[in-house]
């Protein structure tokens, strides 16, 4: 494994030089990110690498807040301050799980592993990896390899791959607390580690706890609907309480009193009440996690070694909201003139008005509790056949549980207490009373979505020397893996009391792979000669067999050739593919079915058309694929010791994303998605789509002018490239030891296009998708026990899309600093630590942004100044 490029208290990750490669300790297993190989790294391709001391210098609740100060890593896609996925990604994000996002292509081109294996899928829709679930304690170091790596992997490491290495071996006991607050938030965290070795074996173990408060958005005064004293509009909605009357598209403000029959002159044609009710909802939810990890290894003779892993964690969290998907408290109510409190504006013969209303002043915000419960399970056998060869045969076992209860509106209900002619139970939308038991009774609808999901299988291994050449030792590394992916979920909704379950069947794929890979190492130390001081040389290839989308092949080529010493050039070249997530196959998917939409048409003497929409799955998607190549140079001089300067040019080209063309009322407007419309379909087409399974929903029109299809299907492309760099510097002074550094990330483009028809055009810097610029400055000092370290975070500006005029919205450049000390004198102190840690230094507030709310989550944080301290001891 490359030698990590950067002192391990120092707070800013940096590419591994690929010089030297780590020698493993006996009964050490030795992890190398991006290649099966031992002792060699991933040959053309840089490692970013993280320490755990600079997680542990970072006061944050979770690893995934921590890693999008990566440069590499873009702060979009899924986050626990959203309950759907942002970025422009598409889904749901139900129980505010988190994932890593390598270069803003979509967290799910993003292969998450532990020691080099797979962790489930999370989430109710298990459309994503929760690297939370790790316990940070237990962590030794994450590397981040930020180039595609399927040849290597497998499915999903479009972009790259993260891995977190835990602990092996520990000796003795370690115990931390860390306590945080920012302005009306805190967070807690404990930790104990105990570990032993005996020669031949040893054992470590890992419990960590964290909890966090919600986060209001009453608790920042910059988030809000109402931004025109900052330059934007008014996103204020009229679903307030008491709220307004809409008769033929025109508003009528109810009063602040109310409004009744013989009041009805109140009422002001062209009102209307507006509500800031944005900030009853929470920013972060309040959260609560347990988390285990052991290992264990046992050498048996001179050969043998066996090997048992586990991590278990339980999470569980609470959030405020006042809509998340179709549970909302701002509804819009059909009032019919059979309601006793029914009011018709003065001058109109309305039977049945529009109120606009917001429930939540009677019911409260939308309460959401749930949980996720994580499993991971790794055994291994390796045997030494000699002093070459090693054979390993590994098994994993992983699980995922994740569910969410939620309390909301039960609609059969209230549908019949507005048309009700009792006023006992009639509800009044109009600004007067309503009882507690009729309250109760509308109050009685649940919404409880759950999900397992299981990844289990074997790996067996071969890698050793062939032979040798003059450059050294070429080695191969051959193998085989099987994976079995099942997943089920169901939900229950319906009325509190009784509610119905439904059980969606079962999902399930069976992967069949075989790798092998091989170095050569042309020049080396032992045979340098003028321009070639180092020249290595890699191949390696993987072909994976699905049981449900076919089989894929992906090759990836690198080179590393040092000219002379402290000079080194990397190139890399392959190819890497997604597989379709089980949920996107099944035609009769959740929620699938045929639609009446009465849409915007262009081609209709009315300007409308009432046709049908499609919602369903595709079993015949095939797998997303992607082409990657990279060129590095690298100067570690020997005249300046202590100093390195990296750069990186990467480029992807990502094709055939899966996703579902938009269903809108202005989709056949759109010239990119005209391949889903059928105009004026048979009945046989519609027969041929009924007879499958899809239910008719709606009522269906005597001549139906189009079919949408709006299933899963291969859509659009991305293209991006552009640099990544690093530069170091260590040097002594002060009597002690000085580092400054600066890395980063530059987005040259990010061509993105919708559809395979539509042209590609360039979002680099523009509003949900990557920023141009992401960079980090950083200043660190060690003497003896004291170390102090300072960062700079800069998100460069960006351009807000999303209103008329464009917005530009400003760079974000939070401070962080980190001071700690540790005793080390042979008295009751040894061993004891103290930290001092401040994130976002200055209070900075994230820049304001056009949109609603304020601001944008994909890339600042609303926590505002976190000041934490942190006690460790160690015996």
Known sequence: MPAIAQTADLPSPAEAPGLEAEEGARGKEIVVTGSRIRGTGPVGSNVVSVSAAEIEAQPTATITEFLRKVPQIQGFGVDSSSAVVSGGQGGTNTTRGSAINLRGVGPSATLTLVDGQRLSFSGVSSNYVDANAIPAAAVDRIEIVPDGASAVYGSDAVAGVVNFILRKEFEGIQVRGRYGVADDYWLAQASFMAGTNWGSGGVVFAYEYTRNDALGGDERDFVRFDLTDRGGRDYRNGQCSPGNIVVAGRTYAIPQAGVTPATASQLVAGTRNLCENLSIADILPEEERHKFYGYAYQEIGDRLRVHVQGIYSLRDYTAQAIQQGSTSNIVNLA?????????????????????????????????????????????????????????????????????????????????????????????????????????????????????????????????????????????????????????????????????????????????????????????????????????????AVRYDDYSDVGSTTNPKFGLNWSPARGVLFKASYGTSFRAPGLQDLPLLRTGAGLTTATWTDPLSPTGTSVGLQLNAGNPNLSPESAETWSISAELNPGLVPGLRLAATYFNLLYKDLIGFPPRTTSSLLDPNYAFAVTRNPTAAQITALTSQGLSLQGVVPPVIAFLYDGSAQNLGSIHTDGFDFDASYAFDAAGGELTLGFNGTYTLGYDFAVTQIARPLDRAGDISFPVVFRARAYAGFRSGGFTVNALVNHVSGYTNTLVAPEQNVGSWNPVDIDISYEFKDSGVLNGLALGLSVTNLFDQDPPFVNIPGGWDPGQASALGRLVAFTLTKKF
């Open 335 to 539: 009032v019919p003139n059979t309601n006793p409190f029914f009011v018709r504006p003065v001058g109109t013969t309305a039977t049945t008005v529009t109120v606009e209303y917001d429930f939540t002043p009677l019911i409260g915000p939308i309460q959401q509790t749930g949980f996720t419960d994580t499993l991971f399970l790794t055994a291994g056998l390796a045997w030494n056949i000699d002093d070459n060869w090693k054979v390993s045969l590994d098994g994993v076992f992983s699980e995922d549980r994740s569910a969410q209860n939620t309390r909301r509106i039960n609609t059969t209900v209230l549908t019949d207490r507005l048309r009700s002619t009792n006023p006992a139970l009639a509800f009044n939308p109009f600004g007067g009373a309503n009882s507690a038991d009729n309250i109760a009774a509308i109050y009685s609808g649940v919404f409880n979505p759950f999900a397992i999901s299981r990844t289990r299988g074997g790996s067996l291994q071969a890698d050793g020397s062939l032979f040798s050449i003059a450059g050294g030792d070429v080695r191969l590394a051959v193998g085989a893996e099987f994976l079995r992916y099942t997943s089920d979920a169901g939900n229950a909704q319906g009325a509190l009391a009784a509610p119905t379950v439904t059980i969606n069947p079962k999902l399930e794929r069976n992967q069949k792979s075989a790798f092998a890979e091989l170095y050569i190492p042309i020049f080396s130390s032992a045979n340098a000669t003028g321009m070639f001081e180092r020249l290595d040389l890699s191949a």
